[in-house]
Nanobody
Framework: QVELVESGGGLVQPGGSLRLSCAAS????????MGWYRQAPGKQRELVAE???????NYAEFVKGRFTISRDNFKNTVYLQMNTLKPEDTAVYYC??????????????WGQGTQVTVSS
């Protein structure tokens, strides 16, 4: 159906930056919303940012002004530029893609997750 491959996580010092990528492939007719979520140990998964096909964005309050979500519709790829990272941003980050898949219909797919650790 839809395969998602994430990249870009790692260890960074407070105040640093990282850029996450998530590429979608498969029998995709089109992709609607794409988003990033995160889950810290002992906490529920939460929305970080999302972007529609037309480029409308929505951000969680705790990342506004620091993170930027973007997408490349030709590459079926969504990005998350994370600046001014804080220790509390440490979590596993997951991408989510809402797509219309040939012979299947509407789907919601999750990436495998990429670890982001902010520590000195």
């Amino acid at each position: 159906q839809v395969e998602l491959v994430e990249s870009g996580g790692g260890l960074v010092q407070p105040g640093g930056s990282l850029r996450l990528s998530c590429a979608a492939s498969g029998s995709i007719f089109n992709i609607n919303a794409m988003g990033w979520y995160r889950q810290a140990p002992g906490k529920q998964r939460e929305l970080v940012a999302e972007i529609t096909r037309d480029g409308n964005t929505n951000y969680a309050e705790f990342v506004k002004g620091r993170f930027t979500i973007s997408r490349d519709n030709f590459k079926n790829t969504v990005y998350l530029q994370m600046n001014t990272l804080k220790p509390e941003d440490t979590a596993v980050y997951y991408c989510n893609v809402q797509a219309l898949v040939l012979r299947v219909g509407r789907t919601s797919s999750w990436g495998q997750g990429t670890q982001v650790t902010v520590s000195s």
